[in-house]
């Protein structure tokens, strides 16, 4: 997935900003937690293919 894909703008971006407001609301640590965890998954699939 890359930056300028349809499924990054359209899926993967609104959901981790919705969860990093949801989450903020409850605690701001835990909004940095929700786009921590994003960036992982987001880097994660990334790499998924070049992994042997």
């Known amino acids: 997935m890359l930056f300028n894909s349809f499924p990054f703008i359209l ?14 609301r409850l605690h701001r640590a835990l909004g940095v937690a929700v786009l921590a965890g994003a960036s992982l998954a987001f880097y994660g699939k990334r790499h998924e293919r070049t992994r042997g």
Request: glycine share 8%; net charge neutral.
């Open 11 to 24: 899926v993967f971006l609104p959901l981790a900003f919705a969860g990093y407001f949801l989450a903020s």
